[in-house]
């Protein structure tokens, strides 16, 4: 079965240090992965995607991810965290075999501390 | 241009009462899928539609259906309400198949769903 999975509930960061928020996954086939976020009282806004090509992948308000196909990973990260990056992030990954569902991980909140 | 818009925004409701949702799709956008985000969970697939017809289900019983009008907006009924049914119900379009590649999904801000 596919499968997402983020280890880790919550990520604490000093704003201005680099941040990662970890996600690995499970498919059968090649993924194609995702990472949405989410503010309080919003919906999921969408970030970046892998498909294929280039393993770094460059996203909306400076975020990055990198796809491992060797570990099944897609991390997310950026360089430099900001006070209003403070959300909930969101891996996904789209499930080929059942071709128009995308599964969602449990979420990590990430904190941005001033 | 406007984005994905749900009503209503909460809702109360008692179990074995019935709702509806609603889900405007975002311009442009023919393919309407709904998730259920239950609390410290992430989104769960409830179903597709896409040109009028369920094109695919999630793991959810027959209490939940939907409906997709010509103007590509959507409904999601949830008959006999359970108190686990109490959610964020989140809508999602985008464009197309689907078969294409990997679709970005644009979702509105959801429908709070209290089941007391």
């Known amino acids: 079965a596919q499968s997402v999975a983020q280890p880790e509930d919550q990520v604490n960061v000093a704003e201005g240090n680099p941040l990662t928020v970890k996600c690995t996954y499970s498919?059968?086939?090649?993924?194609?992965l995702f990472w949405y976020v989410q503010y309080p009282n919003r919906g999921l806004q969408f970030l970046l995607k892998?498909?294929?090509?280039?393993?770094l992948v460059k996203g909306s308000y400076g975020f990055e991810a990198e796809f491992n196909k060797s570990q099944t990973s897609f991390h997310l990260k950026k360089p430099s965290a900001l006070v209003s990056d403070s959300a909930l992030y969101f891996c996904a990954v789209r499930d080929m075999s059942f071709t128009y569902k995308y599964i969602f991980g449990t979420g990590t909140r990430l904190k941005v501390l001033a | 241009d406007a984005g994905v818009t749900q009503s209503p925004t909460h809702l109360i409701k008692t179990r074995g009462q019935q709702v509806t949702l609603r889900c405007s799709p975002k311009s442009g956008h023919d393919t309407v899928s709904w998730y259920q985000q239950a609390l410290g969970q992430g989104p769960q697939f409830i179903f597709q539609?896409?040109?009028?017809?369920?094109?695919q289900r999630g793991n959810f019983p027959d209490r939940f259906s939907g409906h997709q009008f010509p103007n590509y907006s959507s409904e999601l009924n949830v008959n006999a309400l359970l108190l686990g049914d109490s959610a964020l119900y989140l809508c999602?379009?985008?464009?197309?198949?689907?078969?294409?590649?990997?679709?970005?999904?644009?979702f509105g801000a959801g429908s709070r769903l209290t089941v007391l």
């Open positions: 498919v059968s086939g090649n993924p194609y």
């Open positions: 539609y896409y040109e009028e017809e369920e094109r």
């Open positions: 892998y498909i294929t090509g280039d393993n």
């Open positions: 999602a379009s985008s464009l197309g198949t689907g078969l294409s590649g990997a679709n970005v999904l644009t």
